[in-house]
């Protein structure tokens, strides 16, 4: 795909949406230094995080 491309600039742009939003979690949210054991309770405080950065956009 040529990156000069409208579809190369629409991906991109999806890319970075999904970059801004994993910054965010990493370092508003406390992801960088976590101490969570198991993929069950990693997952639930990542959906709850989630579920709280939508509602603060509302």
Do not use: H, P
Request: hydrophobic share 50%; proline share 0%; with cysteine.
């Amino acid at each position: 795909m040529a990156r000069s491309s409208y579809k190369w600039k629409t991906i991109y742009k999806k890319r970075t949406a999904v970059e801004r939003v994993n910054a965010r979690l990493d370092e508003a949210f406390g992801f960088e230094k976590y101490f969570i054991r198991g993929l069950q309770k990693m997952k639930l405080r990542c959906a709850l995080a989630l579920i709280v950065m939508l509602a603060l956009a509302v």
